[in-house]
């Protein structure tokens, strides 16, 4: 399935389920007024869902002066495999992690957290970011911060209609609390469900994908392992404060504190699998 199809199909999903929102607690008005804010929305996920994911960890800007280790690989790569250069953000987190987000590989960032850099070699740094640039070649990206953007608003919409209930649920005639009701009830109980199933939908595969894509790059598939085994050992140690709706966009899925819906089915493949799909090895080999 290609990664137009995939965006296309997103953005219809989340346009109809607006829609249904604003039908189930505005009638015709509301699901009119939906369809309008919907536009925005999809305009919006489009656009800036990039600027989105970075702003909300917080992530900075940084010039090969900055940080010449970083800046340096990536520049290296991206020659290699003749992919423009993407910019390079550094997440203010000593929790390790990476992810890369952007429209297309001529708009894209990469992001590393400051709890990386000290973790990792060279050679394993090298993998995480080569992996992420192998998100770039496949385009994952564009999918992906859609995604969070859309699993954000969706989520978002279970919580309106959950309110709703609580503080307009007696007001109306029957036929109110029989229709628009009822499609109430059905979002805050299908909205988080719909947001999993996008993350799940664009998730696990391209891991897979950016995986081998980033140990053939580099040519060292026992790097990319090693830095895998130590970024989820670690982040076990140092939980990474995520949203559910952007776990799907990192190396390795964020430790959600707390307890809630997104955080019960994972976005990711087992670590241990991942591991032995690149070196045919135990991940306990590793650790």
């Given at each position: 399935m290609s990664n137009i199809f995939k965006t296309t199909l997103l953005l219809t999903v989340m346009t109809l389920l607006l829609m249904l929102a604003g039908r189930a607690f505005g009638g015709q008005n509301g699901m009119l007024m939906a369809l309008a804010f919907a536009a925005v929305m999809n305009f919006v996920s489009y656009f800036f869902s990039d600027k989105i994911a970075l702003a909300m960890y917080r992530a900075q800007p940084i010039t090969r002066e900055d940080l010449p280790r970083v800046y340096n690989i990536v520049e290296r790569l991206a020659q290699k495999v003749s992919l423009p250069m993407p910019k390079v953000y550094v997440i203010p987190t000593d929790s390790p992690n990476a992810f890369a987000t952007g429209r297309n590989p001529n708009h894209a960032s990469v992001a590393v957290t400051q709890g990386i850099l000290g973790l990792l070699t060279d050679d394993e740094l090298e993998g995480v970011l080569a992996h992420e640039l192998g998100h770039v070649r496949n385009r994952d990206i564009l999918i992906s911060s859609i995604a969070a953007t859309l699993a954000g608003a969706i989520t978002f919409l279970a919580h309106i209609a959950r309110w709703g209930m609580i503080f307009g649920g007696g007001r109306g005639g029957r036929d109110d609390r029989d229709g628009g009701g009822i499609a109430a009830i059905a979002?805050?109980?299908?909205?988080?469900?719909?947001?999993?199933?996008?993350?799940?939908?664009?998730?696990?595969?391209?891991?897979?994908?950016?995986?081998?894509?980033?140990?053939?790059?580099?040519?060292?598939?026992?790097?990319?392992?090693?830095?895998?085994?130590?970024?989820?050992?670690?982040?076990?140690?140092?939980?990474?404060?995520?949203?559910?709706?952007?776990?799907?966009?990192?190396?390795?899925?964020?430790?959600?504190g707390g307890m809630s819906f997104g955080n019960l089915f994972s976005t990711h493949p087992p670590t241990a699998k991942r591991i032995e799909r690149l070196t045919g090895r135990p991940a306990e080999f590793f650790q």
């Open positions: 979002m805050i109980f299908l909205a988080p469900f719909a947001a999993m199933l996008i993350q799940l939908a664009v998730s696990r595969s391209r891991e897979y994908g950016a995986d081998d894509t980033g140990a053939h790059w580099t040519g060292n598939p026992y790097a990319l392992a090693s830095a895998l085994a130590k970024i989820e050992a670690y982040s076990r140690q140092r939980p990474l404060v995520a949203s559910p709706s952007t776990a799907h966009l990192f190396i390795i899925q964020p430790f959600l």
